[in-house]
């Protein structure tokens, strides 16, 4: 069962060391993400945001956050979240940023364009979007829409958000979650919370997080940690990643999900899921509460269910339990 309260912790406490060893200036990208990260607690009421912000704000207004085009992406992750507390924090740098954006997308577009980095591409959609003229705002949902067709799972899920982002129209993204690696399954949990629209099948969040519990205990989240065993380590931006996911997880969970990972004997599974599933909680319940009372009848020597009939469902799980005690006896 995944414990998703329990993961939530381990991540942030993971997320606080990076957090505490990044320089800004150098690392901006990854401060970015796991700012963005911490903002998925809420803005009001969290110091670690505040914090955040205000070493974003002494960023902002110095020469270091307009050295390189790179730091586009940055500032937009920023001015993400600072507008959130404030409209008017970001409002110097609206011309430069459209003025920077313009002459890329002029350039030749080749694989080193910054346009062609998702991460890039990402920050620049959600932080500036408001400010696009219509025609800068079309070139880049076309660039993007573009991008997002491809087999690379974090590339593509970038890209169909930053699309989406700019209300740019963009089909849903198909996942087979058991055919996935492990390094693509957190940016495929990421983008199925925060964009499930986007996501192809009634499978949705509940494919992937399935998924992902399959494989977690061979997923390290401690890039500086011995990683032997692991199937694979999981970057700074990762860990970011899964833990928005599973914030948005634990904020308002997905009944389905919880209801897959919960410890259930199988057959109050058998005979409750297609209910639950399908929204009727109270009927689910009902139909567990009288397999409960079934066994309990016939534990205390009264093996009948409700309409006096034997009580086939304690039978059955008996002879199993008899079956797998033979076996063992034979052994």
Known sequence: MLDYYRL?????TSLLRKW?????ASDSLLWAWIVRAFAAEGISNNPLLDQALEQGRRWLKS???????????TLGFLCFLLRRVSAQDCETIKQPVIQRLENLAKK??????????PDFAFGIAVGFAPWFPDELRRWLVDHFVRNAHTSN????????AAARELNGA????????DKMQPYDLIPATWFAECYPELVEGDERRRGVWEAFERVKDGISTEEDADGSGALYTASI??????????QHQT???DPVTLFGNMPLHSEIQRAAKSLFCNGEYVNAVFEAGKLFIDAVKHRSGNPVDRTGKPARWCDSHDERIQREASKVEVQ
């Open 8 to 12: 939530r912790e381990q991540l942030k």
């Open 237 to 246: 931006v990762d860990v970011a990643m899964l833990y928005e996911a599973v």
């Open 251 to 253: 904020l308002e969970p």
């Open 153 to 160: 799972v974090r590339r593509a899920v970038l890209f169909a």
């Open 63 to 73: 020469e270091e956050s307009w050295n390189t085009p790179p730091q586009l992406g």
């Open 170 to 177: 963009i089909s849903p993204l198909l996942f087979i979650p």
């Open 108 to 117: 030749e577009i080749d694989k080193f364009s910054k346009l062609n980095d």
């Open 20 to 24: 505490q060893a990044i320089d800004l």
